[in-house]
């Protein structure tokens, strides 16, 4: 590995750098969703780990890339949860802040038995990334194989992410969601792969196992990295929660490998 002129060879080099989100997922399961104004019963709850950029990134690392999450979570138990939940899986933390200005971002989630959902985002501290946190991660986002991004944290953040990543030469994917109207061209062009995605947690599995291929095996066709990102993506939507469903490299046909 050759590093550009102003690296040091004592650079950490990742995989997958993942700029973007943590989110507590606090998932409510009900027959059908409800309308404005009603109450209804629901019929199971839980807290789970989500955040599209999180997501990803754990995805990645499952699949066995060696990954680090750049974001920022709250000083609060939520936050002291996901920075645990991060190491378990073996994503580096070091650039995983954490502040007590605002709340680890939440998304409370509506499911219903046709697993159709309704989420809300609150992003609280994710809106706190800023450039003073990018200028401390640059040189793992320089010297990273593939680096991903989302739109749950601030436009200008994600943009500014994607610029310092693609001027290195780095690989980057950009999934620009959630949907906004008036989306900056500069994202056109700072981004190799340009991907949106409806559904939520297996489109940020099939982001996090394409990021995987892209940066363990470069050389392959992009429509087969594609393809063998879909039968994992395939994998998560079998089994409930988000992070949870998410496949082990352990778990796959090793043809996929």
């Known amino acids: 590995m050759s590093f550009p002129a102003n690296h040091s060879s004592d650079t950490v080099v990742y995989d997958v750098v993942v700029v973007g989100s943590c989110m ?15 109450t209804i019963h629901g019929h199971k709850f839980f ?3 989500g955040g599209k950029g999180a997501n990803q990134c ?34 580096s933390t070091e650039y995983v802040g954490q502040t007590d200005e605002a709340s680890t971002g939440v998304a409370p989630i509506t499911v219903n038995d046709e697993g159709q959902n309704a989420i809300i985002i609150v992003a609280g501290a994710n809106l706190l990334l800023n450039s003073e946190d990018l200028e401390k991660a640059s040189e793992v986002i320089r010297c990273a194989k593939v680096v991903v991004c989302q739109l749950e944290i601030r436009a ?35 981004s190799d792969v ?33 393809r063998r990102a879909c039968d994992i993506a395939s994998v998560s939507v079998q089994s409930q929660g988000t992070q949870a469903s998410y496949p082990h490299r352990a778990q796959l046909p090793q043809e996929l490998f």
């Open 24 to 38: 507590t997922d606090l998932v409510s399961f009900t027959p059908r969703l409800p309308k404005a104004g009603e």
């Open 194 to 226: 340009f991907c949106c995605n409806e559904t939520e947690g297996a489109g940020d599995s099939f982001l996090g196992a394409l990021a995987f291929y892209m940066a363990c095996y470069p050389y392959m066709e992009l429509d087969e990295m594609s």
């Open 47 to 49: 807290i789970g780990f």
């Open 58 to 91: 754990i995805q990645a690392a499952r699949l066995g890339a060696k990954a680090a999450m750049v974001s920022k979570v709250g000083k609060d138990s939520f936050g002291d949860n996901y920075i645990e939940n991060f190491k378990s899986n073996g994503v």
């Open 156 to 190: 200008a953040v994600t943009l500014e992410a994607l610029k310092i990543a693609h001027k290195s030469g780095v690989k980057t994917i950009f999934n620009p969601a959630p949907a906004v109207a008036d989306l900056d061209p500069e994202f056109y062009k700072e």
